[in-house]
């Protein structure tokens, strides 16, 4: 079975062609990120319009290099929400027509679920759930209980900023531009992270809130408008690593499982990547990351999602559902 994924909930024109739930023929991502940087975030009148300016030749990209005929797809999957709704619009309306044009099935995809099954395509039968889930992006943190494929619980999830959010906001504070989580990165390499004190906030409840911890940094450097840039991107990460990571330890002890999925565009942290190694191999549990490519926003991990959906619902969508999308967006639970 040959899968289109179409994902454009945020900023980022994608288009995937799997075989099956985990071969990925084709992943192609388009970012406008160059066409937001100026404003420090994305504008989403100027995101829905180059979505549409760009999908066709991204879908066309995919195709050819997926060496798949548009003929020959079974099934679309597109994003659903929760999004930007001209952006979501331009790729569902992109969808629809081409299932009803080839005759085939269309479901909706929750995109936070989507983030999930970067990780079905990689691992999914090395590392089934049940696990916790860290869903670190742009626009959410969450901690899911992933208790099976489909089913899951929220146990905690972002009051104000998302983590990704507030690299970003913090980027835009130390010159970085837009979207700066991977220059912090960068820059936090040549820092200390033990040289300026933040706060680490919430370290207790379920939730997690990062916007006082940027409000922390605005007033650091003003106090200290001379700071090392490289040693405030470090204490920064350092801060936001500890909350992530201490937080999601007591959430597989408390769910009583041993392994932990990070996914989502932060989740390509190196610090954070590495903090989880070293705390994972001290408590003994399994921690696992998809690729980078596979972190950030794609359609690979929408048509996986969609695959899953289709090939497991009791009644799945057919062309003479009339393109109507599934009743389920994708996460029972959340
Ligand atoms: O999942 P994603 O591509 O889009 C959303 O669904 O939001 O995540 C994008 C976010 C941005 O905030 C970006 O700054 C952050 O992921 N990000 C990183 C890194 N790479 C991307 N944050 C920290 N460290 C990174 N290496
Ligand atoms: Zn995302």
């Not at 936090?188 to 680490?200: C, F, M, N, Y």
């Not at 041993?258 to 590495?274: F, K, P, Q, T």
């Not at 003994?284 to 990351?289: D, I, Q």
Request: with cysteine; glycine share 10%; aromatic share 6%.
């Amino acid at each position: 079975m040959y899968v289109l994924g179409i994902e454009t909930s945020c900023d980022e024109t994608a288009v995937a062609v799997l075989e099956g739930g985990r071969r990925v023929l084709a992943s192609v991502v388009y970012s406008q990120a160059k066409l937001h940087e100026k404003y420090g975030g994305v504008v989403p009148e100027i995101a829905s319009r180059d979505h549409l300016r760009k999908l066709p030749y991204v879908l066309d990209e995919a195709l050819e290099r997926s060496q798949i005929d548009l003929n020959e797809i079974d099934l679309i999957g597109v994003t659903q929400g929760p999004g930007l709704v001209g952006a979501l619009l331009i790729g569902f309306s992109m969808a629809k027509g081409l299932a009803y044009g080839l005759d085939v099935p269309l479901l909706g995809v929750n995109h936070l679920e989507g983030h999930l099954f970067a990780h079905h395509i990689e691992q999914g039968e090395e590392a089934p759930p049940p696990f916790v889930a860290l869903l670190v992006s742009g626009g959410h943190t969450l901690l899911i209980h992933v208790r099976d494929w489909g089913d899951y619980e929220l146990l905690g999830e972002t009051r104000d900023d998302a983590a990704g959010e507030a690299f970003d906001k913090v980027g835009k504070l130390l010159g970085l531009g837009y979207p700066a989580g991977a220059a912090i990165d960068r820059l936090a390499r040549a820092g200390d992270p033990g040289a300026i004190e933040l706060p680490r906030p919430m370290l207790d409840g379920d939730d997690f809130s990062f916007s006082g911890l940027k409000t922390a940094v605005v007033y650091y450097l003003r106090d200290h408008p001379d700071a090392r840039r490289a040693d405030l991107a470090a204490s920064f990460q350092e801060a936001v690593v500890d909350v992530l990571v201490t937080k999601t330890l007591r959430a597989v002890e408390a769910a009583r499982t041993d392994r932990i999925v990070v996914v989502g565009g932060v989740a390509a942290n190196s610090r954070l990547r590495e903090r989880f190694q070293m705390e994972c191999e001290v408590q003994g549990y399994e921690v696992c990351f998809p690729s980078i490519e596979l972190c950030t926003d794609n359609a690979a991990m929408i048509a996986a999602a969609a695959h899953f959906h289709y090939t497991h619902s009791p009644s799945p969508p057919s062309p003479e559902d009339g393109f109507t999308l599934s009743p389920q967006p994708g996460m029972r639970g959340i």
